[in-house]
């Protein structure tokens, strides 16, 4: 099977391997090619975003305006910070010219004056790999004011990488810009969109690491080669993370629309003990997880992922056997998304507190089928109303989990409703709270 | 103009305005913390979350631009669950200590709590805790646990005050507000920030747990602490003078005021040192008399000058009515042209944004209704020198203590046969003087001034004097005086016998056998009207609460040096 992004080539990363293996040949032939044919090509292609939302990348260079006053800039994301998502420090590691190649052929398709490379702090010993690659890529003139020189034409940019403070939110694209910019990671209130009003107030393009270096071989090998690869809605291959109760835990490079379950037995080596699963969550923590009976036949690309009622996310995939604590599981997560939370917005502010606090008592055994209710209803009371996704990133594991799992909740809870005698009266005589419909 | 539709009311909006903004105009508030008029847009509170018809999520009125043809609701059950679930989700862990906290009564979280909160609480977990009672800087106090992290202050800094002092520090739940490493809240007009925390995060520490804000009476007026004039609310519980807050006036002061002028500029209306009545000095030293007697004192020592002797120093911390009247006696009844006022500049005061160099409120007006030298006559300086020479045996001075001013004129005003001052509260220049006149402070009267853009602005009395009557000069009440408290002894002890210094040189012209017909300040004002240009068409009416222009090719600016 063929991979893209993270090829079997021994010494990938050493950039006179890479050149040997076709490297930086992509980025000839697209600088003799107009800004526009590459959007193109990439539109045509179907490449979409591998950063979460799946979002198509050329429709999103396309935003760019063509005429502005303004400079424009190019932000790769290496935050990678959801748990259970480790795919693109692999790239980093063994194919880090190609996110090069690929973030000056994106540079040049949105004419950008200066391109970033944001990369999760605690990635230390990645980072000092990308930069020894970049500055080789400097030293060949592929990168930079040699450009000009060695690939012909008038179209230079440099790349600089920008080393994140850990911070989850900091992925988020318009917190990274921020970040990017000294500021403290807020997430912007949108619109205005990067493509209007971006870094510094310029228009701004933003991808994730894996989607930019798909760019290279779709150039080299035409639009055409990618489009037909994994399911069509949705092609190319994937970098999936298999983590959690399988036996070979790891990156997998294969064909969207691999089935979940061939994923899990086929290339995971199944689960340790045989035992059943429990819960798979696949897309990274924030994705609603699914029930172990419900895996079957799933494939794993961005629409049959939603039709299955969850979301191909990051395509972190992790794996629950049947003798996992889901409440553990589930405050870990809340855990996480409270401590990540920037506090900006008061639903996630005050709602991935509360969830949280609501969880640990479960998980102490002093929860209550109430509980479980008033979770569901925090959960979707943030969800919709918050300025950035991580809002629904912190709600949807919670309302999912205990709607989908409800069965399972409801043995870790008592039918009484144990809350303080002080306010058992008020809660008790708890007027009907006007809620929107549920969302499932 | 372009419209939408909120809550089935069609609203006019100009392109590039927001939801909140369009329908403010039309007189429609969408509840909202964290947006305030004069500052960014944030975005944070998500209080006023609206639906907004073809949107697939709810939208945030302050952030959202208005479009011809959109159809929102405000009210619809959508927009009101998420309101009650922001609102729920402040109140979780915010103290409500709403008896102890300094904004209740004035806070948005509580009013909002009323009127879109669910009444009781969901949330039975411990509650976070954040830092209380954290001196931000000398004139703020914060309170972690009440904040919620709208960002007003943050923004105020940055944007109006232009000092970054404020930031947000820590993530979540846990965010807190802190001043940057090695600075302190302490920019000119810091205070503002208590204004407009819409909750009791930031209180001022010159009027923390002085009083429940109900129990203030709110009186328009207009701040003296410099020549802008910033329009304020004078605050006041039993008589006294307990705060000043800014009052919005585009054209004036937006929604500010410095602390100067907040702090400053009030604590001599309620000092103990306040002249309570006519003064004579006998025997070496001021004693009290009643006005009768210090009117007829005082017309008796005049009338032994000739007019060449007497010269009259006007005020430009007084109102136009009084530097009217005082200039009238000078000119019509002692007939001297020796006539000025003392300019009192401070360069270092005045700043690019509200304060000015010109630390009086009124030197224009005073100028501008006749407070100058006659053809002949001595000025400010000539005046002086006159003094020192003997040739000026008698000066009446208005409201200025001119020796705090300039301690040399000490030894000089000395010398003077006469000095009769009006006063409102003891100080150097009273030292001197031979008979003092107890004068109203700019709160216990009706009077206009002039602010350094030529716009005559109103007081009104706030705090009650003998000379004003509540009930007839329509002194605002508030709640415990409109329903009785033991705190309303306004009646009683601290009323003072002071006159506006109009009323008093009318009072002196009557013991001199010349009767002026006015009986209050606004006739005072429509003569002023009536016989200079600058003033002509202007009346209380035409003033208002905000002020207007006076007619500025018509007077000169008075020249500040
Ligand atoms: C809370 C939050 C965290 C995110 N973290 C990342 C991240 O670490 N890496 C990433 O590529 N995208 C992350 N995203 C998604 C980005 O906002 C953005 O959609 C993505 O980088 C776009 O790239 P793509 O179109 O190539 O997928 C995050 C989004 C949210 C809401
Ligand atoms: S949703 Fe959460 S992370 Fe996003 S802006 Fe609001 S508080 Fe910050
Ligand atoms: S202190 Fe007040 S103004 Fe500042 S962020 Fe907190 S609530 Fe808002
Ligand atoms: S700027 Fe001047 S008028 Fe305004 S509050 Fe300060 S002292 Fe008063
Ligand atoms: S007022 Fe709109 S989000 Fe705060």
Not at chain 1, 151 to 159: D, E, P
Not at chain 1, 278 to 299: A, F, N, T, W, Y
Not at chain 2, 30 to 43: A, N, R, T, V, Y
Not at chain 2, 269 to 296: C, H, M, Q, T
Request: hydrophobic share 35%; net charge neutral; aromatic share 10%.
């Amino acid at each position: 099977m063929e991979k893209i992004v993270l090829p079997d080539i021994k010494d990938l990363h050493l950039i006179d391997v890479y050149i040997q293996n076709g490297g930086y040949t992509a980025l000839k032939k697209a600088f003799s090619q107009t800004p526009d044919d590459i959007i193109d090509q990439v539109k045509k292609s179907g490449l979409r975003g591998r950063g979460g939302a799946a979002f198509f990348a050329g429709l999103k260079w396309s935003f760019m305006p063509k005429t502005s006053s303004k400079p424009k800039y190019l932000c790769i994301n290496g935050d990678e910070s959801e748990p259970g998502s480790f795919k693109d420090r692999q790239i980093l590691e063994f194919n880090p010219h190609q996110l090069i190649e690929g973030t000056l052929i994106e540079a040049y398709a949105i004419q950008a004056n200066a391109a970033y490379i944001y990369i999760r702090g605690e990635y230390h010993k990645w980072i000092k790999l990308l930069e020894k690659a970049l500055a080789d890529a400097y030293e060949y003139g592929f990168v930079g004011d040699k450009m000009k020189e060695k690939l012909g034409g008038n179209y230079s940019v440099n790349i600089y990488v920008h080393k994140g403070a850990g911070a989850y939110i900091c992925g988020e694209e318009s917190a990274l810009m921020n970040s990017i910019e000294g500021k403290r990671g807020y997430p912007r209130v949108k619109p205005p969109f990067p493509a209007q009003n971006g870094l510094w107030g310029c228009p701004t393009t933003i991808n994730n690491v894996e989607t930019v270096a798909n760019v290279p071989p779709i150039i080299n090998k035409g639009w055409e080669w990618f489009s037909k690869i994994g399911e069509p809605k949705h092609p190319g291959t994937i970098l999936y993370g298999l983590s959690g109760h399988v036996n070979n835990p790891g990156i997998y490079e294969l064909p969207s629309g691999t089935l979940l379950t061939d994923l899990i037995y086929k290339y995971g080596g199944g689960v340790p003990g045989n035992k059943k699963i429990l819960c798979v969550i696949p897309g990274g923590s924030s994705m609603p997880p699914l029930r172990g009976e419900q895996i079957e036949g799933i494939k794993m690309d961005a629409e049959s992922l939603k039709a299955a009622g969850t979301s191909i996310g990051t395509a972190g995939i992790i794996v629950m056997d049947e003798d996992t604590d889901l409440v553990q599981v589930l405050a870990r997560i809340a855990k996480f998304y409270y401590h990540e939370s920037c506090g900006q917005c008061t639903p996630c502010r005050e709602g991935t507190g509360w969830m949280l606090k609501l969880l640990n008592r479960i998980a102490k055994g002093e929860g209550s089928t109430h509980d479980l209710d008033l979770l569901i209803s925090v959960a979707s009371n943030i969800e919709g109303n918050t300025i950035c996704a991580l809002g629904e990133a912190a709600a949807w594991p919670v309302r999912f989990m205990i709607t989908r799992f409800r069965d399972y909740f409801e043995t870790c809870v008592s039918r009484e409703v144990t809350i303080p005698v002080a306010n058992k009266v008020h809660s008790l005589r708890h007027t009907e709270y006007p809620l929107a419909p549920i969302k499932d | 103009m372009p419209k939408f539709i909120l809550d089935g009311k069609e609203i006019e909006f100009e392109q590039g305005q927001t939801i909140i903004q369009a329908a403010k105009k039309s007189g429609i508030t969408i509840p909202h913390f964290c947006w305030h008029e004069s500052l960014s847009i944030s975005g944070n509170c998500r209080v006023c979350l609206v639906e907004i018809e073809k949107m697939p999520k709810l939208a945030i009125a302050c952030s959202t631009l208005a479009a011809e043809g959109m159809v929102v609701y405000s009210e619809s059950d959508k927009a009101l669950s998420a309101r009650n679930a922001v609102m729920e989700f402040e109140l979780i862990n915010h103290p409500l200590d709403c008896p102890i906290c300094d904004e209740a009564g004035e806070c948005k979280l509580q009013d909002y709590a009323y009127s879109h909160g669910n009444g009781e609480s969901r949330f039975n977990e411990e509650k976070a805790h954040k830092d209380k009672r954290v001196p931000l800087g000398p004139l703020v106090m914060f309170d972690g646990d009440r904040c919620i992290s709208c960002s007003r202050c943050i923004r105020f800094c940055d944007e109006i005050a232009k000092e970054s002092q404020l930031t947000f520090i820590k993530r979540g739940d846990r965010v807190t507000i802190v001043t940057y490493p090695g600075k302190q809240l302490d920019n000119p007009y810091s205070m503002n920030v208590t204004d407009i925390c819409p909750v009791g995060a930031l209180t001022s520490r010159d009027f923390r747990f002085k009083a429940r804000v109900w129990e203030l009476s709110s009186t328009k007026s207009i701040c003296n602490g410099c020549s802008r004039g910033c329009n304020i609310n004078l605050e006041v519980r039993n008589n006294q003078v307990l705060r000043l807050t800014p009052r919005q006036n585009d054209e004036v002061n937006s929604f500010w005021m410095c602390d100067h002028g907040r702090v400053n500029t009030y604590k001599f209306i309620n000092a103990e040192d306040r002249v309570d009545s006519p003064y004579l000095r006998r025997k070496g030293a001021l004693a009290r008399s009643g006005w009768d007697e210090a009117f007829a004192a005082a017309s008796s020592e005049l009338k032994s000058y000739s007019k060449n002797e007497i010269a009259f120093i006007g005020s430009p911390y007084a109102t136009c009515e009084d530097n009217f009247i005082l200039s009238k006696f000078a000119t019509q009844i002692i007939g001297t042209k020796h006539m000025d006022f003392i300019r009192h500049f401070n360069t270092s005061f005045g700043d690019n944004f509200l304060r000015q160099g010109d630390v009086t409120p009124n030197s224009f007006g005073a100028k501008a209704v006749g407070i100058f030298p006659g053809k002949g006559g001595l000025d400010l300086d000539g005046i002086i020198k006159a003094v020192k020479d003997g040739q000026i045996k008698a000066v009446y001075l208005m409201e200025d203590d001119m020796i705090a001013f300039n301690p040399e004129l000490q030894e000089i005003f000395s010398k003077l046969d006469l000095f009769i001052v009006h006063a409102t509260n003891f100080n150097k220049t009273t030292e001197l003087a031979d008979i003092v006149f107890p004068a109203s402070t700019y709160a216990e009267k009706h009077g206009t001034i002039v602010n350094s853009d030529g716009r005559v602005q109103r007081l009104k009395p706030a705090v009650a004097t003998f000379d004003v009557d509540r009930a007839l000069e329509g002194m605002s009440l508030s709640r415990w005086d409109k329903f009785g408290t033991k705190f309303d002894s306004w009646a009683e002890g601290n009323k003072r016998d002071a006159r506006s210094s109009w009323r008093i040189l009318a009072g002196l012209s009557g013991a001199m056998g010349h009767k002026y017909k006015y009986g209050t300040a606004e006739e005072v004002f429509m003569d002023i009207a009536k016989s200079i240009n600058a003033f002509s068409g202007l009346d209380y009416e035409v003033i208002g609460e905000l002020g207007a222009k006076l007619k500025l090719d018509s007077v000169t600016k008075p020249v500040i040096a």
